[in-house]
């Protein structure tokens, strides 16, 4: 990808919509990002609903000339195995557009939800001591490489002090200074999605760190 592509991203939550924009712009890209669009994906709806939650947004990207939009959908115990529902969702979007425009639109499907992407950066609890007392138990659930397959909201839930875990508040307060890189070491979806982006350290592969 060079500085001429652009990307538009369509998330399925108000956590992505509001934090998902602050770790952006660390990721090694030639590619332009713009500001995600936000579409109400029920992860467990048939593909057809899907198609018809996100078809604004991609219309909307697509009069913003992105070359490339990616759908950003939770995985959250489909029983459909990953990639077989994630090619599904492409195909049928490419044949709702199908004549009316000529897009490249891929899925990147978060294992198992965000919260999955929000711990997988364990130093980032260091730099939030005082509102998650992070422990070496809960680094071994995540590190190394076992993100995608921890229980992550259990994790957040028990790391949190003083209030309860807040899935938009705390996921901006994360994300504003997540490392991606060292988040991506312990999550391969979220190693995809950077592929898909662009970025430049996965650009030959996401299946290992």
């Avoid at 048939?46 to 950003?72: D, G, L, W, Y």
Wanted: charged share 25%; hydrophobic share 40%.
């Amino acid at each position: 990808m060079d500085q001429s592509t652009r990307i538009g991203i369509v998330v399925d939550g108000i956590s992505e919509f509001r934090s998902l924009p602050f770790v952006l712009n660390r990721i090694d890209t030639n590619a332009v990002i713009l500001r995600p669009l936000r579409a109400d994906i029920q992860p467990h709806a048939n593909i057809s609903k899907i198609v018809k939650a996100v078809t604004p947004s991609v219309k909307i990207f697509v009069e913003k000339n992105c070359h490339r939009i990616i759908i950003c959908v939770d995985h959250e115990n489909q029983t459909e195995c990953i990639p077989r529902w994630r090619d599904d969702i492409e195909a049928a979007l490419i044949k709702r557009f199908n004549g009316e425009a000529t897009i490249d639109v891929k899925v990147a499907v978060k294992a198992e939800m965000y919260e999955n992407w929000l711990v997988a950066d364990t130093s980032v609890f260091e730099r939030h001591s005082a509102r998650f007392s992070f422990t070496n138990a809960h680094e071994r659930q995540v590190s190394p490489n076992k993100a995608d397959r921890t229980d992550a909201l259990k994790i957040l839930k028990s790391a949190a002090n003083n209030s309860s875990y807040h899935k938009v508040d705390d996921a901006v307060l994360l994300m504003k200074s997540l490392d991606p890189y060292r988040a991506a070491a312990n999550s391969r979806s979220l190693r995809r999605f950077l592929r898909l982006v662009g970025c430049n350290t996965y650009s030959l592969q996401s299946k290992s760190p």
